[in-house]
C-alpha cells in the first residue's frame, strides 16, 4: 500500500501563498492520476486539483485561477501552490490517487487562512 505524506500547510493571511507537498513512498506518478482534496470543518471531502498520469491539469470552480498542481516524477512528489488564498480555502488538504485509495488517506496538512 502506497504511503502519502502531505506537508506545507499553515496560518496564512486573506491574499497570501502557501505551497503543499505530497511525498509518495513508491513511484505512482506515471501510472495514476493524483489530486489534491480537502475537507473542511462539517463539509464533505472534495476534489480541488487533479494531475494526470500525462500531466494534464483540472481545477475546483472554486480554486480556479489561484491554485495550481504539479508534479516531480523522480522525487515521487506532488505539489500544490495556493495563491490568493481566502478564509473559505481552511480546511485539512489531502492527496490521493483518482479515484482514491481508501487505505492511502495520510494525516493531511491543515491550512488556515485568517487575518
Known amino acids: 500500500q502506497v504511503q502519502l505524506v502531505e506537508s506545507g500547510g499553515g496560518l496564512v493571511q486573506p491574499g497570501g501563498s502557501l505551497r503543499l507537498s505530497c511525498a509518495a513512498s513508491?513511484?505512482?506518478?506515471?501510472?495514476?492520476?493524483m489530486g489534491w482534496y480537502r475537507q473542511a470543518p462539517g463539509k464533505q471531502r472534495e476534489l480541488v486539483a487533479e494531475?494526470?498520469?500525462?500531466?494534464?491539469?483540472n481545477y475546483a470552480d472554486s480554486v480556479k485561477g489561484r491554485f495550481r498542481i504539479s508534479k516531480d516524477n523522480a522525487k515521487n512528489t506532488v505539489y500544490l501552490q495556493m495563491n490568493s488564498l481566502k478564509p473559505e480555502d481552511t480546511a485539512v488538504y489531502y492527496c490521493n490517487r483518482i479515484p482514491p485509495n481508501q487505505g492511502s488517506w495520510g494525516q493531511g496538512t491543515q491550512v488556515t487562512v485568517s487575518s
Open positions: 494531475i494526470t498520469s500525462g500531466g494534464s491539469t
Open positions: 513508491r513511484s505512482i506518478f506515471l501510472i495514476n492520476a
